[in-house]
């Protein structure tokens, strides 16, 4: 089965087109401040942030409650409220992690913000202002956006690249952003493109999101140029092409060696989400402390995009949107490909949750996994062209197999071999290990 097929074929049972549909076109929402939130101090790629807050101090929202010296974001307080403690939570990914959790008061104000003429300000004061409001790739990768807009001055940059593909089934966060958003992340490009120095930016969205394609070229035909050229480049909908790799190759034919940055063929690459987060920085000054996430699938009541506070726990959100279904039989925090299932709906929604699925038995495959049958489906369908039921060669051999141009560092996790195993293997979680293996091998 080739990347090709997969792109058209059934996910669980319920089919990727059927999946975005259920809140495609419905609204964002914003939510009511949740009673509390909880913030992890580790929400991005980089050093965990140190807290500035201790019990009992009163907060406002905006205020940064931790902070981080080394790469990483700051943390910020969606809610106006007090600080019950600094404790460990339950992580959706890691198990437990340290988080500052925050009573909302219900009665506080919401805060607004209102825009700055930002093309006075210099490259150096936009950069500062995307660090210090913790600004991170949205698009799940959580690294730091002002570092990686850091870009030294000798690396040769000529084109920045928005990623708006939104691959999995399910997710449709970004594209309510896109829709609702896109004379912010029109602006939000040109931020971008002056702290990099370079004129160019192409809008990656697949074919199924017309409703993006057309509010983002509205958008930018509403814009003054600036010497600025944005372009929406309509892409053929697939699985995978939302990871770095897939949507570069996609819009400009350029392919990244492995082991290196995008930056070394000219690239700069970041999510839309994200870049309405800079624009909200650098703009209006708003730290990023709220996010749209996707609540769907058949075992949610209603499911719907709502603007939640980072730090609300799951469960509040389900309970504000009227239960789950008796049949509910999977939650998954993230999308139905790279996601992780989780046991307990007590977990707070991180900067990078991009959405939660609640799926009824017709919507996952309950099949137990059975030996490997070596009929090699997950080494075709691997965009990266691995073999994920060999892993160990790729460990021994250090970064790579040394016949091969890709190493296990290379995989994204997109789970396309774990789909089409006929033996249902989880191929994942073998990769996972294999990274971790040789992360620890490096060490030594
Ligand atoms: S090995 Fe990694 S990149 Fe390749 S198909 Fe599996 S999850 Fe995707």
């Not at 003429?117 to 202002?129: C, F, G, I, V």
């Not at 992340?185 to 074919?207: H, P, Q, R, S, T």
């Not at 030996?371 to 489906?377: A, D, H, I, L, R």
Request: one cysteine or more.
């Amino acid at each position: 089965m080739s990347a090709e097929t997969l792109s058209t074929f059934p996910m669980g049972g319920i089919h990727p087109r059927e999946a975005k549909e259920l809140t495609k076109k419905i609204s964002t929402e914003v939510m009511p401040p949740p009673s509390k939130i909880r913030l992890f101090l580790k929400q991005h790629v980089g050093a965990p942030c140190k807290p500035l807050v201790k019990k009992k101090d009163e907060v406002s929202e905006g205020d940064v409650v931790a902070s981080v010296e080394k790469m990483g974001a700051n943390l910020h307080s969606g809610v106006t409220g007090k600080v019950k403690s600094i404790a460990n939570a339950l992580h959706p990914m890691v198990g437990n992690a340290r988080a500052v959790v925050i009573a909302a008061d219900p009665e506080a104000e919401p805060r607004s913000y209102s825009p700055i003429d930002w093309t006075q300000l210099s490259r150096e004061e936009m950069l500062a202002k995307i660090k210090d409001a913790g600004v991170v790739g949205l698009g799940g990768a959580g690294f730091p956006a002002g570092f990686k807009l850091d870009v030294r001055p000798d690396v040769k940059l000529d084109t920045l690249i928005l990623n708006g593909a939104e691959c999995e089934p399910y997710l449709t966060s970004d594209n309510r952003v896109m829709v609702e958003y896109p004379k912010d992340i029109v602006e939000g490009a040109k931020i971008m493109l002056k702290i990099l120095g370079i004129n160019y930016c192409a809008i990656g969205i697949e074919n199924n999101k017309p409703d993006a394609i057309e509010a983002l070229n509205r958008a930018i035909a509403d814009t003054p140029k600036n010497g600025y050229r944005i372009v929406v480049k309509p892409l053929k909908v697939k699985y995978p092409q939302g990871s770095a790799d897939q949507i570069m190759q996609a819009v400009t034919g350029r392919a990244r060696p492995s082991g290196v940055r995008s930056s070394v063929i000219g690239i700069i690459l970041q999510n839309v989400y994200t870049t309405k987060a800079i624009y909200d920085a650098v703009a209006l000054g708003k730290p990023l402390y709220e996010r749209i996430v996707t609540i769907t699938g058949k075992g949610i009541k209603r499911p719907a995009n709502v603007m939640v506070k980072v730090g609300t726990s799951i469960a509040e959100i389900v309970d504000y949107l009227g239960g789950t279904t008796p049949d509910l039989a999977k939650a998954i925090v993230g999308g139905p490909m790279m996601g992780f299932a989780v046991s307990t709906l007590d977990i707070p929604i991180t900067k990078t949750t991009s959405g939660v699925l609640f799926l009824t038995k017709d919507e996952i495959d309950t099949k137990p996994h059975l030996p490997c049958v070596s009929c090699g489906f997950c080494v075709d369908v691997c965009p990266m062209g691995l073999e994920p039921n060999n892993v160990s060669v790729y460990v021994e051999a250090g970064r790579g197999d040394d016949t091969e141009e890709f190493g296990v560092d290379d995989c994204f996790l997109c789970g396309s071999c774990a789909y089409v195993c006929p033996a249902k293997r989880p191929l994942v979680q073998f990769m996972m290990m294999a990274k971790n293996d040789l992360r620890e091998a490096q060490k030594k």
